[in-house]
């Protein structure tokens, strides 16, 4: 595994935290399928919450939000409709999130959830 996937592995499991701590349910990490993959699934009360994460170590290229593209937002939009497909008991109002996580040396990292983002 390289620097930048443990820095992505990273950056998930502190936004798993911080999305613990604001009350939602992680039902997934790291989901997969032929089509790709899942970042995070939660449910936030009675929402089916799908989320990417983006994780830097600095905003030396551009905030992490930035990455996340049109394209990316209709691959996230296939990917939730896989995970419903592969797991009919979950139902509920659907939406997707994106957390971005700066995970800078020697500071303590700081997450920012945007919530319905598409």
Known sequence: MTAK?????RGELLAAQHLRGQGMTVLDINWRCSQGELDLVARDAGCLVFIEVKTRSGTGYGHPLEAITPVKFARLR??????????PAERGETRIDAVAVIAARGAAPVVEHLRGVF
């Open 78 to 87: 296939r990917l939730a409709s896989a995970w419903l497909e592969a797991h």
């Open 5 to 9: 996937d443990d820095l992505g592995r």
